[in-house]
């Protein structure tokens, strides 16, 4: 195999067979050369070679994520109880105690192995995480002012972010702080003694995955924590996500940090990439989708949690659903009477109406019991607040005994029962301050 | 007088079990009827202790907890069934929903949330966290729990994927035939349907991807 420039300075490689001619006495004569351009086979060598090591990273990295999950269950349950135990034996001593101070810092130490299992837990993405849209920008300037805290004064912190409200992201806002706080502290550990730390946050329509243009639709926010430091070998850039690598001393860090962090961009449907020379520094680039910003809320703002005491009666025949139904809205601070057929409702209305403040019905309930139960409540009272539930998707209200706006129509969501819930109180309410 | 509620404890920790059973013993109504190691276990002693309220740990080796909470509402549709995890995902709470739950606590949750969703389950409610109670949805076959993401796994039948947590534990199609009950014949088939479906053909490879879905525990 050999290299050789072509006239127009790229380079080709070639590879030769060289093959002596003889003569009649078996002397070489002549050389005869064949040579074939394997340039571009060379090139897909190298990339199927990268791919091939992309892959087996990926392979170590989820073995040990298994390993540590694994090892994070057993620690939670023993912390479960040994938190049991604590919180027994407080308990059962007088709070002025010589032994209570002690369980308080046995409880302070089992909430910081609890912290310890939560980062493992995050790393193998087990840990809980609640995903909603936020202002990625806004997340970003609000540890870049905590870090400028912690930071020491030798460490220059510049920032250059995109203006609020333009990069939102569907994620856990806290754990992506987490995100750079880890890259944040990584490159502080990279400037030694002086130096600068820039992070910076970017719109890109640029797929990281492909990294040729995106949809029209996607967009992608790049958030890069660069730093002048000491650099990474190769090596060390192809080791440094993986769990508990770390080129710190002993008890100067777990090297958990960054493996977290590729876990929780990875969960995000992101992307970390990482360029560094051994020397000048290092540049963490992480790439996370955007969504768009969350639509205004459109709950009436005067549905506030209720005073405690309102009365509702939820008429359902299925057992499960009612039960769901009912600790819902019981968590709002209503109380709840509970009914499966329209006979207890109707006898709970005539025994306790004047108590109730709204009926939630099944509008489903068979031998068209819905619509007696509707026409005998309209005859008392023609005002009382129902709200309808029905699996039926043309039923209009019930021949209007329900409004249409207080009908729920299945399948739908806890939060919106609670939704329509508040807005026919609020409609009630309203009426009578009227 | 209010009568006892009468609590079955089922998790293969005893530190767990012990911790729990101490502190539940202490509240004036209940009475810790009985602590199991196992979900076999809990069948059996479901039928001999009288449970009211079965408080179930989600992850323990042999038979799957949901299929023990099937089996014992055959015989017990009263009792109701609490779920316990270390862990919290989408596939649990939706598959604790179509077993009927009537909670779903995590261990990282103080002693008093168990306490409270007993009381609350006994008074015809259910115990979920408020995040997980906003996103059940009601549809006319009763409470799901959409996941955010539809995967591959949500091709899966409930059997199908009891059969993969099964697999994820390294059982054989006998010991999956043992503990459910079904014919070798029967695991067979969902074994050569869920492979079909997943697109994956090798046992460990439907390991490695039931860890990762969080159908099964590492």
């Known amino acids: 195999e050999e290299e050789i420039q072509l006239k127009s300075g790229d380079f080709r490689t070639l590879h030769t067979k060289k093959i002596p001619i003889l003569d009649e006495h078996g002397e070489p004569q002549y050389l005869l050369g064949i040579s074939e351009d394997i340039t571009e086979k060379k090139k897909a060598e190298l990339a199927n070679a990268k791919l091939e090591n992309q892959l087996r990273q990926a392979q170590k990295m989820e073995a040990v994520g298994t390993l540590a999950g694994g090892i994070a269950h057993g620690f939670r349950n023993l912390l479960a109880a040994m938190f049991a135990y604590i919180a027994l034996a407080k308990n059962t001593l007088d709070p002025g105690h010589a032994a209570m101070k002690s369980l308080d810092l046995v409880e302070d130490a089992a909430t910081q192995a609890r912290g310890v299992t939560n980062a493992l837990l995050t ?31 030798t460490i220059r912190v510049k920032d250059d972010l995109a203006p609020i ?31 600068e730390l820039e992070i910076s946050l970017r719109e890109s329509s640029c797929d990281p995955q492909t990294q040729s243009a995106a949809g029209a639709d996607a967009r992608w926010a790049v958030l890069r924590v660069e730093d002048n430091g000491v650099g990474m070998t190769p090596e060390k850039i192809s080791r440094m996500f993986e769990p508990f690598f770390t080129t710190k001393p002993r008890g100067h860090g777990t090297g958990l940090g960054l493996s977290i962090a590729h876990s929780i961009v990875t969960d995000h449907g992101g992307r970390i990439d990482v360029e560094s020379r051994l020397g000048s520094g290092t540049r963490i680039s992480v790439h996370l989708p955007c969504c768009a910003p969350p639509e205004e809320s459109d709950q009436d703002p005067r549905s506030r949690s209720r005073d405690l005491g309102e009365s509702i009666m939820i008429v359902e025949q299925d057992e499960y659903t009612r039960s769901i139904m009912t600790s819902t809205l019981r968590y709002q601070g209503y109380e709840i009477l509970q009914v499966a057929d329209a006979r207890s409702a109707s006898a709970a209305l005539q025994t306790c109406r004047a108590e109730l403040s709204l009926v939630v019905l099944d509008l489903d309930l068979p031998h068209h019991e819905s619509a007696q139960l509707l026409s005998t409540l309209r005859r008392t009272a023609s005002d009382f607040p129902v709200v309808g539930v029905t699996g039926e998707p043309h039923l209009d209200g019930n021949s209007g005994s329900v409004a249409g706006d207080l009908v729920l129509r299945k399948p739908f969501q806890m939060s919106e029962l609670i939704s329509v819930v508040g807005r026919a109180l609020n409609r009630k309410s309203g009426e009578k301050s009227a | 007088m209010m009568s006892s509620i009468r609590i079955l404890l089922v998790d293969d920790h005893e530190l767990v079990r012990t911790a729990l059973a101490e502190r539940l013993e202490r509240e004036r109504y209940f009475t810790v009827a009985g602590c199991v190691a196992s979900a076999e276990a809990a069948v059996q002693e479901s039928r001999t202790c009288d449970p009211d309220v079965i408080l179930m740990d989600i992850d323990m080796p042999g038979l799957n907890c949901f299929e023990a909470a099937r089996q014992i509402s055959r015989f ?11 862990f919290f995902h989408d596939i649990y709470i939706e598959q604790a929903l179509s077993v009927k739950a009537r909670g779903y606590l995590t261990k990282t949750e103080s002693p008093e949330s168990v306490v409270e969703a007993i009381l609350e389950a006994m008074s015809g409610g259910v115990y979920f966290s408020k995040k997980v109670r906003d996103r059940i949805t009601v549809d006319v076959k009763g409470p799901t729990f959409p996941t955010a993401r539809k995967t591959k796994l949500s091709t899966l039948t409930p059997r199908e994927l009891e059969t993969l947590r099964y697999i994820a534990r390294g059982m054989s199609k006998q010991e999956i035939s043992r503990d459910i009950g079904i014919a070798v014949k029967t695991v067979d088939r969902h074994c050569t349907n869920l492979m079909r479906k997943l697109d994956i053909h090798d046992r460990v490879e439907l390991a490695r991807f039931a860890i990762r879905e969080g159908v099964a525990e590492p």
Request: hydrophobic share 45%; proline share 5%; with cysteine.
């Open chain 2, 76 to 86: 017990r549709p009263d009792c109701r069934i609490i779920f316990l995890s270390a």
């Open chain 1, 123 to 153: 790393f193998c993405h087990a840990a809980p995480t609640e995903k909603t849209p936020f202002d990625l920008s806004v997340a970003v300037r609000a540890q870049i002012r905590l870090l400028r805290g912690v930071l020491p004064s």
């Open chain 1, 165 to 195: 409200g333009e990069l939102w992201v569907y994620g856990d806002e806290s754990q992506l702080q987490q995100v750079v706080m880890n890259l944040a502290i990584n490159a502080r550990d990279a400037v030694v003694i002086s130096g």
